[in-house]
């Protein structure tokens, strides 16, 4: 079946060069770029300087107060939810994740108008902004991870140890190397955000290169700011990949540790699960609500940002089914590929996703602002679109590639013994046990793409714009109210696809 | 004296399966007893519910003369039972050297830190376990070795009753035939009170004193 003429060869080669064309090859010209433009050796002291060193020294306690706050929080939250019963597990679960998928700056405007101080423009208040944003992740991990152990050892455990002993000392160290893997992403998401420490006015590298680019007109100095942003983020998205190796996505398993007699914990598990939704999720929008009351003219606020929200709406859309599609090709390449290949491929997803937006976005416009042809794109909004292919397509694969892996090979080898192509088998006996994943997924682009701000500011053609970047744009010279009730619409069309997934779990969960 | 473990009209029942159905067993101190039974007919869930894995919903569980587990849920908490479990997967802890998988349970016991060392070089010498290969960790060694040291992990906490669910199902015939006959002589060496699950009559007849013959359960 993977002979150089089949279609599988061909679909899988296609999706491959495409993959490279939109998220490597920026990354990889613009490092080059960097590397021998004239003005690099010049630039290259803007590493050394004191200024930049002070960004570092930001950027690095944003990163580890972020990820040591969020897995703090998340862990037990996870193995809450994988070992304790509880009332309302799903909705509570949706309700808990919901914040990972809000926008970190449509949060940091909702704490802002919570908390209107001084003090909410430090680092202290960027890191709790981003802890609320990011702990789903280390919850969801810290969960995978416990309901992967294997029942069996927790039960041998419990026949000699009491419960918090076999938590210790069996549990703990099986899921540690998950945690701490996801501590390490939640750190380089946090030190990838453009949106708080923007809006929270605190200086951080991908502030730095958005004023380099924007403000100071100087590209040379912001590719030059992306190279030690650019190669942390892959060197620790790296490690922590390989912490986990291909056990990156584990199966649901039934809720083991019943006999651990975790009952009692119920009550505190789930005061501090309602807690964390209320200032997770409950104070920000609320918040947010309460401002909106002040919205003098709703027809002034749409007609000033309607084209902005329909652009939102359309190239969401368009970005989340191109992704979609080309992640479903690299998705079935990677849970067929051999074991090494797979753990490469994940760790390449994975690094990919975790570059910054702004890198992204100087990276694009360094591959697409030509003189010749090849910038045809530029200046249009299809420069979006390739944001978000850029961004997105690597997590899409990621997690369709997980989706495939239920799919045993097997079926595809009786299909073909039957005399069906690749192509049919694909249509009829593959893709078909998938719908629901690939569903997932373009609820998830679509949702991450309507939210995407820090690439998106920084290639926004001239008249155009995103309701992110509107949003981000009217801070400054916009009432209140206005932002926040864009802010709001925001997290709206962000909340109603969760429902919808949510809706989608359940009837899988039924049938 | 009380027999050692008493079993009274146990039903357990996942949902519309009834895995177990007024089940009764009685083992006296030192008797090793087998049971048969074809596979899903409740022999696996009738040693977790001893050990209190699971909770009966109906009928009562002693051991020792005490009441352990009734239909209201377990009296008696796992680590409290003084019961020890070879899993037929054996569930070794990865990240922990066969020392270490030792050293979890003695921990668990009254032993005297300095005697532990001692125990456990105890424990792995009657199963005929190398004690080079102590440092190892689970995945560094062969089936046969692992199956010892799932044994050894079982005994060296001392338990009254030592439960096996089909040990060594997944071995070759020459390694089961020859760890059958250490099991035995084990058991002999140590009055051990044992109970043995197996689907393999020729099998039960070697290493118990008693079998007993489960019937297959059917759904509601």
Known sequence: ?511 | MPPLLQLLQVTKNFGRHFAVQAFSLEVEHGESVALLGPSGCGKTTVLRLIAGLEEPDAGEIWIAGRRVANAGGNVVPAYQRGVGLVFQDLALWPHLTVRGNLAFVVASTSTAKHQRTERIDDALRRCQVDLRLADRYPHELSGGEQQRVALARALVGTPRLLMLDEPFSSLDHELKVALRTELVALRTQMQLTMIYVTHDQADAEVVVDRTVTMREQRSA
């Open chain 1, 1 to 511: 079946m993977w002979g150089w003429r089949s279609p599988r060869t061909i679909a899988v080669s296609a999706a491959g060069a495409a993959f490279v064309l939109f998220c490597v090859l920026p990354l990889a010209f613009m490092v080059v770029t960097s590397i021998i433009h004239p003005s690099a050796r010049s630039t290259l002291s803007v590493w050394l300087d004191s200024r930049q060193r002070g960004l570092l020294l930001n950027t690095a306690l944003l990163g580890g107060g972020t990820a040591l706050a969020a897995t703090a929080l998340g862990v037990p939250l996870g193995v809450a939810f994988a070992r304790v019963t509880l009332p309302f597990k799903p909705g509570l679960r949706i309700l808990l994740a919901a914040p990972a998928l809000i926008p970190s700056y449509v949060m940091g405007l909702a704490w802002l108008s919570l908390a209107q101080s001084p003090w909410m423009s430090s680092l202290p208040s960027a890191v709790t902004v981003l802890t609320v944003a990011l702990y789903p992740l280390s919850m969801l991990t810290a969960e995978a991870a416990a309901r992967g152990v294997e029942p069996r050892l927790e039960e041998g455990a419990s026949l000699v140890a009491p419960p918090g002993r076999v938590l210790r000392r069996i549990t703990a160290p099986l899921i540690g190397p998950h945690v701490l893997a996801a501590a390490l992403i939640v750190f380089v998401l946090a030190i990838s955000d453009f949106g708080v420490p923007a809006l929270l006015r605190v200086p951080v590298f991908t502030t730095e290169i958005f004023t380099a680019f924007a403000a100071l007109y100087d590209p040379a100095r912001a590719t030059t700011l992306t190279i030690p942003l650019l190669l942390l983020t892959l060197l620790i998205t790296l490690v922590s990949v390989s912490l986990i190796s291909d056990r990156m996505i584990v199966r649901r398993r039934r809720l083991a540790g019943r006999h651990l007699g975790l009952g009692r914990w119920r009550g505190p598990a789930l005061t501090l699960m309602i807690g964390t939704a209320s200032i997770g999720l409950g104070l920000p929008m609320t918040a947010l609500l309460s401002e909106v009351r002040g919205v003098s003219s709703w027809t002034e606020l749409l007609q000033g940002s309607g084209q902005a929200i329909l652009n939102s709406l359309t190239l969401a859309a368009v970005g989340a089914t191109l992704v979609s599609g080309l992640a479903l090709a690299l998705g079935y390449a990677r849970s067929r590929a051999r074991r090494s290949v797979a753990v490469a491929l994940d760790a390449l997803f994975v690094a990919l996703f975790a570059v910054p937006g702004t890198v992204v976005g100087v990276a694009l416009i360094e591959l697409w602002n030509q003189p010749t042809v090849v910038g045809a794109l530029y200046g249009t909004d299809a420069m979006f679109v390739l944001v978000y292919l850029a961004r997105f397509t690597p997590l899409a694969a990621l997690i369709l590639a997980a989706g495939f892996r239920r799919v045993p090979p097997s079926q595809e080898e009786a299909a073909a013994v039957s005399g069906a192509g690749w192509l049919a088998t694909m249509a009829v006996i593959v893709v078909p046990q998938l719908k629901r994943d690939w569903t997932v997924v373009w609820i998830i682009v679509f949702t991450l793409a309507f939210g995407e701000l820090g690439a998106s500011v920084l290639v926004t053609p001239p008249g155009e714009s995103t309701l992110p970047v509107r949003i981000y744009t009217l801070i400054a010279n916009a009432p209140r109210p206005h932002v926040a009730a864009l802010a709001l619409l925001q997290a709206t069309v962000v909340l109603a696809p969760l429902a919808l997934i949510a809706l989608i779990l359940g009837m899988r969960r039924e049938q």
